[in-house]
């Protein structure tokens, strides 16, 4: 036969012992989370900043610069421009992720006037050493850009020197740029 009583009881221990946990969980939870959460992380930082350089260009690219465009360019052409770039926050001492945008003009020196822009995105380990990819477009057609560099520390200023190639079914052209930006 059912007793209601014994049923009663049984609620009411299980229910001390499930409120007993739960109230432990909550105590115990906040400091265990804290213990497990990383390291302080790293503010997001903005490394903009000029930039300069040169850029050779393969004979296919001089030649579709020519024919489309009418701009006749020696294949060796400087660039200038601004980068924007924003460090995302990451562990402290560890790698933090970049997201970096070029706007460059080149040939200014031959008289001609060649756009460029590339998004890059990449990381930059705590050596100061990066590595990005992505677009890249300009008159002589979009393609995919891989760049690499390192960042010297020169007083307050940082100082990078980045090299890309960009490869493209009109030919392949590599850069090697540098520039300079606050150092925080």
């Known amino acids: 036969m059912f007793r209601f009583s014994a049923f009663r009881s049984r609620l009411s221990a299980d229910a001390r012992r499930i409120a007993f946990l739960v109230l432990l969980g909550a105590a115990v939870a906040p400091s265990a989370l804290q ?8 503010r997001q930082l903005s490394r903009s900043g ?12 001089v030649d579709t610069l020519n ?9 060796v052409i400087t660039q200038f421009g601004w980068q924007f ?8 001492n560890g790698p933090v992720a970049l997201n970096e945008w070029i706007l460059l003009v080149g040939g200014l020196d031959q008289g001609a006037f060649l756009p460029s822009l590339t998004w890059l995105v990449g990381i930059r380990t705590p050596g100061n050493f990066e590595i990005g990819v992505g677009p ?26 980045n090299m ?8 392949v052209r590599a850069s090697v740029l540098t520039g300079f930006n606050l150092y925080r």
């Open 67 to 75: 024919s489309r465009y009418s701009i006749d360019v020696a294949p």
């Open 50 to 61: 000029p930039r300069f350089g040169v850029t050779w260009l393969s004979g296919s690219i």
């Open 164 to 171: 890309a190639i960009v490869p493209s079914k009109y030919g």
């Open 35 to 42: 213990a497990q959460q990383p390291q302080e992380l790293v």
């Open 136 to 161: 890249n477009a300009t008159p002589a057609g979009v393609a995919l850009a891989l760049s690499t560099g390192y960042t010297f520390k020169a007083g307050a200023l940082a100082v990078p020197i």
């Open 85 to 92: 770039e924003r460090q995302f926050a990451s562990l402290e």
